[in-house]
């Protein structure tokens, strides 16, 4: 086992399965991504770290622990198709790609958007597209989503991301005006027009920035 596959087996045992993540498909798909590929050259040492780490543009990988709740909450199947708002450095995306059938990542950032998708490509997950665009729209050409993710804080649950869940579809976003009040929140669309909502508790992300989401200037303030 190379340095940081041990790495990788540790972080899984103490921050995910000693804090409750029991879904197999979920810790699966965590031994399957390596995480030291998608961080920055330099923070790569740090890649199993129980933190968010920075990334280009001022913004984040998140903590594994953190995506671990998120995908756990989200219940993907292996026929699922998934939308993810902020893809970042890619990494959640490539957990996604490995849970779910077909996978839509949207970034604001190009030069974010290009690296994501280049690491995903020589990962060959051939099932997971990045996007570059305003995810607070969603990705209508291919909505409805059994599944949807919001890696960036906003302050709303973005109407249109309700709209693209399909019948029975989970959307899991952080809401909340700043990083010290956000929360998690579990959408759930049970019918074409009843939505259950489900707060997960307190978390901390980067600001989501968007039509649906905070303008330009308060994301600028927050970095
Ligand atoms: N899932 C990422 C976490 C990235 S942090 C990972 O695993 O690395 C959240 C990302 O959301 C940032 O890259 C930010 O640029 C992006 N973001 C913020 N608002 C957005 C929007 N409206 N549409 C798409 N991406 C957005």
């Known amino acids: 086992m ?3 596959a041990r790495a990788r087996e540790q972080m899984i045992e103490e921050q995910l399965q000693k804090r409750g993540i ?11 991504a390596p995480r030291e590929r998608f961080v920055d050259p330099e923070q790569q040492s740090l890649a199993y770290c129980d933190r968010a780490l920075p990334i280009m543009d001022g913004q984040t990988i998140s903590q594994p622990y953190v995506v671990a709740l998120m995908l756990s909450a989200a219940a993907i199947e292996p026929r699922d198709r998934v939308l993810e708002i902020g893809a970042g450095s890619g990494y959640s995306a490539a957990l996604l790609g490995h849970l779910a059938q077909r996978v839509w990542t949207m970034e604001r950032h ?3 958007a290009r690296f994501a998708g280049a690491r995903i490509a020589e990962l060959g ?11 607070t729209l ?8 059994d599944a949807i993710l919001a890696t960036a ?3 709303a649950v973005p109407e249109p991301l309700r709209l693209q869940l399909a019948i029975g579809g989970r959307l899991i976003a952080p809401v909340g005006a700043d990083q010290s009040s956000q929360r998690l929140i579990r959408t759930v669309r049970r019918t ?4 259950s909502e489900e707060d997960l508790g307190p978390v901390s992300f980067v ?13 600028a303030r927050d970095q």
């Open 2 to 4: 190379d340095e940081y």
């Open 22 to 32: 029991v879904d197999v498909r979920v810790l699966e798909a965590f031994r399957r």
């Open 110 to 112: 190009g030069r974010l």
């Open 125 to 135: 997950l051939a099932n997971v597209t990045v996007l570059r665009g305003d995810g």
């Open 138 to 145: 969603g990705w209508p050409p291919a909505a409805p989503f």
């Open 153 to 155: 804080s906003g302050p």
């Open 192 to 195: 074409a027009s009843d939505f």
């Open 207 to 219: 600001p989501l920035v968007g039509a649906h989401g905070f303008a330009e200037t308060i994301a």
